[in-house]
Structure formats: structure tokens, C-alpha cells
């Protein structure tokens, strides 16, 4: 990726993220809204080595991890090792096809529900059904479609 087009993804990124607040927070629209830290995660993570992605996926889960006391770093844990893992799949699959990428949001998306309900412990964590089997797969295609569209808009497709 050239220069501009890293520009352009930082930028994605940070508007994503603060979107994700936006929504979340000032708005109080919560589940309703896609989680667009793990998309701008994601987005990232295909473009920057393991390390940054980790670290940027640290950070967002901090920010998050920030508004709620209870599991305090069971986010910041996820989306590290989301990040990590994403940053990955550069290496693993080569080239940006819309099959991989509905694929990869999805399943990076489900991953982080996953490892955030096993990371808050037992004392938090909804009931495994109804968290994994049924609300993570809806909010994986939520975040595919808005993540879809910010890789289409950006240009990052045609690279």
C-alpha cells in the first residue's frame, strides 16, 4: 500500500472509531449500532504488521474496557489478539477478494465475541447460546456490511 493510501486507511480508522463512540455513547443507540472498532481494526490489521495491529487493538479495548468496570480488560485482551491474528492473515491469504472479505470481517467479528464472553469469566458472561450461537452471528453480518462498504468506498479493493 502507498503512502496516501495508508493516510487514507489511518484516517478510516479514526473515523470509525470515533463513529463507534459516537454511537455508542453520545447517541445511546448500543446494540443497534455495528461495532466499528472491530472493522476499523480489521481493516487495519491487512495492512500493518502484528505488532501495530495488536496495539491498536489494544488500545481501542482499553477505550472500551474504559466504560465498563466489570470485566475491565477482557476488550482490550479481545481485540489484541484480534488484531494479532488479523494481521496474520496477510501473510496466510494473499490478495483481497470480496469472498475473503466477508469471510474475514465475519469470522474477526464472531472471534471477538467469542474471546470477550470468555475473557469477562463465569460470573458475567450471558448464557452460550444465546450470546455465540445466536446475537454474535447477526452482529458478524452487521459489521461484514458496513465493513464491506468502507473497504469498497475507501479504494482499498482496487489496490
Same mark, same amino acid.
Given at each position: 500500500m502507498n503512502r496516501r493510501g495508508r493516510g487514507?486507511?489511518?484516517?478510516?480508522? /479514526? #473515523?470509525?472509531?470515533?463513529?463507534?463512540?459516537?454511537?455508542? /455513547?453520545? /447517541?445511546?443507540?448500543?446494540?443497534?449500532?455495528?461495532?466499528?472498532?472491530? #472493522?476499523?481494526l480489521l481493516l487495519l490489521? =491487512?495492512?500493518?504488521?502484528?505488532?501495530?495491529?495488536?496495539?491498536?487493538?489494544f488500545a481501542f479495548g482499553l477505550m472500551e474496557d474504559a466504560l465498563s468496570l466489570a470485566a475491565f480488560g477482557a476488550n482490550a485482551l479481545a481485540l489484541a489478539v484480534v488484531g494479532a491474528l488479523g494481521a496474520r492473515t496477510r501473510d496466510l491469504f494473499v490478495g483481497?477478494?470480496?469472498?475473503?472479505m466477508v469471510s474475514? #470481517?465475519?469470522l474477526g467479528k464472531w472471534l471477538r465475541d467469542f474471546l470477550h464472553w470468555l475473557? #469477562?469469566?463465569?460470573? /458475567? =458472561?450471558?448464557?452460550?447460546v444465546g450470546s455465540m450461537v445466536l446475537r454474535a452471528p447477526l452482529a458478524a453480518l452487521y459489521a461484514t456490511a458496513v465493513g464491506l462498504a468502507a473497504w469498497a468506498v475507501t479504494g482499498m479493493r482496487r489496490e
Open positions: 487514507v486507511l489511518v484516517w478510516l480508522v /479514526l #473515523v470509525l472509531a470515533a463513529l463507534h463512540f459516537l454511537l455508542h /455513547l453520545s /447517541l445511546g443507540l448500543g446494540a443497534v449500532t455495528p461495532d466499528l472498532l472491530v #472493522v476499523g490489521a =491487512r495492512q500493518v504488521g502484528m505488532a501495530a495491529a495488536a496495539a491498536t487493538g483481497d477478494s470480496v469472498l475473503f474475514y #470481517v465475519a475473557f #469477562v469469566g463465569p460470573g /458475567l =458472561r450471558d448464557d452460550f
